[in-house]
C-alpha cells in the first residue's frame, strides 16, 4: 500500500524521477496479499485509508481484502507504476557509500536463486511495519497433544474447510473479531477465546453521505468532501475518546448492550482494563460480530489458556473448550524495512540508536526515508503525507544542487521515547528494535493529521536539522 502509494505520488509530482519498486512477494498489495483468511477486510473506512488522488468509488466503506487488493491493482495500471515493480527482489542489505553518494542495495532474487547488486541515489522503506514470514503465536503447553490443525490467520490454509467443525478462536483483536462472524457462517459453532477483552463497535458498512453526495456530486468531487469528513470525525472521536475516558467506555458499554442478546453479560468478556484508544478500537461493520452472537452461532471465553490436550483447550480456570480446529489469532510481529539490515560505509546500524526525523528519516543516515502511518487512524493518511513531502524534499534537492540530505541530531543530550506511543501488544513486543522519538518538533512521532498537514506540506522544507549537501566530485 505505501510502495505504490510513493511511486504514484512520483509520477505525479516528480516525473522526471526514476525508480523501480523492489518487492519480495510475487504480486502486489503487501497486507492485501499476504492475508488470505476469511472474511479479511479493512478495519478503517476506505474513503481515508485510500489514496487522496485516486477515488474510491463504491459506497462500501469498509472493504474486503479482494476489493483493496483490486484498487491497489487498478491505482499502479492508471499511474504506470505496475511497470516499475521488479517482483521476487528482497532487499537484504543496503550499504551506503559515501565515497560516490550512493546507496549499494544487495537483492535476492528468489525466482532465479541468485543475489545481485543494485545502486540508487535514495532509498524509501515503504514495507510497513509486519514480519511478513511469521505473525505473533505464543508457545502454549500441550500443543503438540492437540489432534487437529492449528493454524494462525497469516498463514491461512487455501484448503481449510471449517464446515460443521467446531472451531476456536484464540486472540481479541481486529483478526479475531473478524474471523467469528466469518466462520461461524459455516462451522458448527465459534468460540472466542481471549484473555483480555479489546473495545468493540458496530460502524455501518455503506457510508450513506457518500451515497447522496455521489448523486450530487462529480465522482473526485464527493470522494473529496467524504474523506475530509470521515478525516474529522475520526479525529474528532479519537480526541473525545481521550480526553473523556470514562464517558467514552461508558459509551462503547450502551453500544455492546444495545447489539448482544438481553442479559449477555458485558462483564468480563466487554470490559478492558485499559482506557479507550490506548489501544486501537476494533470496528465491526454491520454489527456482524455481535449478529453471531445473538444468533448462537459463537460465543465466548475470557480467561488465560492453561495448556491444549487432545480435543481442545483447557483454561486456567479448569473449564475446558472443545475444538476440531483451533486458529490462534494471537497477533503480528513488527519488523521495519523488511528485515533488511542498513550500513553506512560497511558499518550496520542499529535504528534502536537512531532518532526519527519528522516521522520519515533517520539522524545520521543520509538520503533514507521509510513510512510508518498512523496508529489512531487510515494508515494512508500519514503515508500520503510523507508521500507529499518526499517529493518537495526532492525538489529543494535539486533546486540546491544537492546530491546528499542528512538529519542531525541536536547536540547534547536530548529526552527520548519510544517511537509509538501506543499499548498493543505486538507494539510493546518490539519497542527495543525500533527508533526512537525525541521531545520535541521535528523529532517526533506525531499522531495529528491537522498538524502534520501543515508541517509536512505547507511549512518550509528547510529545517536546521535538515543538512544539503554537494556530495564527493566523483557523484557529481
Request: glycine share 8%; hydrophobic share 40%.
Amino acid at each position: 500500500m505505501s510502495g505504490i502509494g510513493c511511486a504514484c505520488y512520483l509520477r505525479r509530482l516528480m516525473p522526471h524521477k526514476r525508480f523501480a519498486i523492489l518487492e519480495a512477494r510475487g504480486d502486489l498489495g503487501g497486507t492485501w496479499d499476504l492475508f488470505r483468511y476469511p472474511g479479511i477486510r479493512s478495519d478503517s473506512d476506505l474513503f481515508t485509508f485510500g489514496y487522496e488522488f485516486r477515488p474510491w468509488t463504491s459506497d462500501q466503506a469498509i472493504a474486503d481484502g479482494p476489493a483493496i487488493q483490486s484498487y491497489l491493482r487498478d491505482t499502479a495500471a492508471e499511474y504506470g507504476v505496475d511497470r516499475a515493480i521488479r517482483y521476487h527482489h528482497r532487499l537484504l542489505r543496503a550499504d551506503w557509500d559515501s565515497g560516490k553518494a550512493l546507496w549499494r542495495v544487495e537483492v535476492r532474487r528468489t525466482d532465479r536463486d541468485e543475489t545481485i547488486t543494485l545502486l540508487c541515489r535514495w532509498l524509501f522503506g515503504a514495507t510497513g511495519y509486519y514480519d511478513y514470514a511469521q505473525g505473533y503465536a505464543p508457545d502454549f503447553a500441550g500443543q503438540r497433544d492437540f489432534t487437529g490443525p492449528i493454524v494462525h490467520p497469516q498463514h491461512w490454509p487455501a484448503d481449510l474447510d471449517v464446515t460443521g467443525k467446531r472451531v476456536a478462536v484464540v486472540g481479541s483483536g481486529a483478526t479475531a473479531v473478524t474471523l467469528v462472524p466469518a466462520l461461524a457462517r459455516t462451522a458448527a459453532h465459534v468460540v472466542q477465546v481471549q484473555r483480555t477483552p479489546t473495545y468493540i463497535l458496530p460502524v455501518p458498512s455503506r457510508d450513506r453521505i457518500h451515497a447522496v453526495l455521489r448523486c450530487l456530486l462529480p465522482a473526485a468531487t464527493a470522494y473529496a468532501v467524504t474523506r475530509r469528513l470521515n478525516i474529522a470525525r475520526q479525529r474528532w472521536v479519537y480526541t473525545l475518546f481521550q480526553r473523556h475516558p470514562r464517558a467514552a467506555r461508558r459509551f462503547i458499554r450502551w453500544a455492546n448492550r444495545r447489539s448482544l442478546p438481553a442479559g449477555f453479560p458485558l462483564d468480563p468478556h466487554f470490559t478492558p482494563p485499559y482506557a479507550p484508544w490506548d489501544q486501537r478500537l476494533c470496528a465491526v461493520p454491520d454489527g456482524d460480530y455481535f449478529a453471531a452472537l445473538r444468533g448462537g452461532r459463537a460465543s465466548i471465553v475470557t480467561g488465560a489458556v492453561a495448556r491444549f490436550d487432545e480435543t481442545g483447550l483447557v483454561m486456567a480456570s479448569g473449564e475446558r473448550i472443545a475444538a476440531d480446529i483451533v486458529v490462534t489469532a494471537t497477533g503480528l510481529k513488527l519488523q521495519l524495512f523488511g528485515g533488511a539490515t542498513l550500513a553506512i560505509d560497511g558499518r550496520t546500524i542499529d535504528p534502536a540508536q537512531h532518532l526519527v526525523y519528522k516521522g520519515m528519516m533517520l539522524d545520521g543516515v543520509p538520503n533514507f526515508s521509510f513510512t510508518v502511518g498512523y496508529t489512531n487512524a487510515s494508515w494512508t493518511l500519514k503515508v500520503g503525507l510523507i508521500c507529499r513531502h518526499f517529493c518537495r524534499l526532492l525538489e529543494m534537492m535539486d533546486a540546491r544542487d544537492a546530491r546528499i540530505v542528512v538529519a542531525e541530531r541536536p547536540k547534547g543530550p536530548i529526552e527520548t521515547r519510544p517511537l509509538l506511543d501506543f499499548a498493543a501488544g505486538y507494539v510493546t513486543r518490539s519497542l527495543d528494535t525500533l527508533p526512537r522519538q525525541g521531545d520535541a518538533a521535528p523529532w517526533q512521532m506525531t499522531v495529528d493529521y491537522s498538524r502534520d498537514t501543515r508541517h509536512l506540506t505547507r511549512d518550509p522544507i528547510t529545517d536546521p536539522a535538515l543538512h544539503f549537501l554537494a556530495g564527493p566530485q566523483e557523484a557529481r
